[in-house]
């Protein structure tokens, strides 16, 4: 069982910065790959960020590529998503998630990020 708690969401304006966090308990640091998701209002939930188990290869959605950066310290268990040059449009509640199988099974309670334009 993987236990998942997000932090650092809040107000930013667009164009400005902001780094949320997710503690992850529960299963072997390192040994399973884990991702940012995020869901707006009225919308589908959308894959945002990951970072593979195996080589630690970070991929990221088209809508981000360029301005996120997602990081982990497994001597923290810690996940991050660093957010730079944010836009209205990346308003959304953000998820973390971890695929110990292979697939994202665990998540967070999530953390609000508000882009005021």
């Known amino acids: 069982q993987v236990q998942l708690v997000e932090s650092g969401g809040g107000l930013v304006q667009a164009g400005g910065s902001l780094r949320v966090s997710c503690v992850h308990s529960?299963?072997?640091?390192?040994?399973?790959?884990m991702g940012w998701f995020r869901q707006a209002p009225g919308k589908e939930r959308e894959f945002v960020a990951g970072?593979?188990?195996?080589?630690?290869?970070?991929y990221y959605g088209d809508s981000v590529k360029g301005r996120f950066t997602i990081s982990g310290d497994n001597a923290k268990n810690t996940l991050y998503l660093q957010m730079d040059s944010l836009k209205p449009e990346d308003t959304a509640v953000y998820y973390c998630?971890?695929?110990?199988?292979?697939?994202?099974?665990?998540w967070g309670q999530g953390t609000q990020v508000t882009v005021s334009s």
């Open positions: 998630a971890a695929a110990p199988n292979g697939q994202y099974e665990y």
């Open positions: 529960g299963g072997t640091s390192g040994n399973y790959s």
């Open positions: 970072i593979s188990r195996f080589r630690g290869t970070k």
